[in-house]
């Protein structure tokens, strides 16, 4: 029980430092001539009184870019930044595919943003990251069905589930985030390149600065890559989470992001022109941020990569 109980103290101490870390960035370095900071108004109600916190800054990017005749995939976008995602990238009218495991959550989601949009280009296809067998039954429906791949933006992610393992036998996080994208993006990445210039866009944490990579314990070409911190962000995500960080997330609701805001680097490393010589690069709200020392070690990736093929029985050179 104490060993539950510190554990989960440790978690309440990292949520809150994302939470502070994104608050405490200085608003000045993020007033660029394309962007537009939203202000949210933080209002707190007390037995009928009504007090103002100071406002909230989560700078939103703003683009009129548009998408019309691209494809864009994303993986978990029926709920959360993914679902926000979609929405915009539909708005400039990108044919977009939800690619999700709860078909019914999509198909509403899918429908909402349809209405919202006015853009009919929108399709749902059933994928399971967890499950390889689903990952390459999608990859050739999507290789068979689709003339081209503009845009892959590998979003859907789980954090901290109870220890389970997927469908190939792998520790769950770690195959879902992980190893299921690296397959995903291995069986469709000829028809990315087919469709240059193209961009690959992964989303990432700042949490990932917090620790180091253990390559012996990993189960405890015209294309652009980027990957991202979106913020501490109102989503699903925190669903595994203990109690007692539930009741911290909840407590700090006014340092974390909406949907909407946290989506904002995800659609601006998707749609921003002039970043393909970035390619490779960390982002934090809309602009380039620093990664840790281990995801910058060339020689460690290079590990992680081919250790990744092996558990896969891929060839990728």
Same mark, same amino acid.
């Given at each position: ?12 101490? #990292? ?17 660029? $001539?394309?962007?537009?900071? &939203?202000?949210?108004? &933080? ?6 009184? $009504? ?17 019309? $005749? %691209? ?54 296809? %059933? ?19 689709? $003339? ?11 954090? #901290? ?16 985030? /992980? ?49 991202? /911190? ?11 989470? /203990? ?6 997330? %909840? ?5 974390? %992001? ?60």
């Amino acid at each position: 029980m104490r060993a539950g109980l510190s554990g989960a103290m440790m978690m309440m101490m #990292m949520v809150m430092m994302m939470m502070m870390q994104t608050a405490r960035r200085p608003i000045v370095h993020f007033f660029f $001539k394309w962007r537009q900071p &939203v202000f949210r108004q &933080v209002v707190i109600r007390s037995s009928g009184a $009504k007090m103002n916190c100071r406002p909230v800054c989560c700078n939103r990017w703003s683009s009129e870019e548009r998408l019309d $005749k %691209k494809t864009v995939i994303i993986t978990g976008a029926n709920t959360g930044i993914g679902k926000e995602t979609a929405r915009d990238l539909a708005a400039r009218g990108a044919r977009i595919i939800m690619a999700c495991r709860d078909l019914e959550r999509a198909e509403e989601a899918r429908s909402e943003i349809v209405e919202d949009t006015g853009n009919e280009n929108v399709l749902v296809r %059933k994928l399971d990251l967890s499950d390889s067998r689903s990952i390459r039954a999608f990859a050739e429906l999507i290789n068979k069905e689709e $003339k081209q791949v503009n845009i892959l933006i590998n979003n859907a992610g789980i954090m #901290m589930c109870p220890y389970s393992k997927t469908a190939d036998g792998f520790e769950m996080q770690f195959g879902v985030n /992980h190893l299921g994208h690296f397959l995903l993006t291995y069986l469709l990445l000829d028809l990315i390149k087919f469709s240059a210039p193209a961009r690959i866009v992964v989303v990432a944490s700042v949490a990932h600065t917090w620790t180091g990579l253990q390559l012996d314990d990993l189960n405890s070409t015209g294309v652009s890559v980027f990957s991202l /911190h979106p913020g501490v962000v109102q989503s699903d995500l925190w669903r595994h989470q /203990h109690p007692c960080i539930q009741v911290a997330v %909840k407590i700090f609701r006014i340092f974390t %992001k909406t949907t909407v805001e946290g989506a904002q680097t995800t659609i601006y490393c998707a749609v921003q022109s002039g970043l393909e010589s970035q390619s490779g690069a960390y982002f934090s709200d809309c602009a380039p941020a620093r990664c840790s020392r281990s995801a910058s070690d060339d020689d460690l990736a290079q590990e992680l990569w081919e250790s990744s093929c092996n558990m896969l029985g891929i060839t990728w050179q």
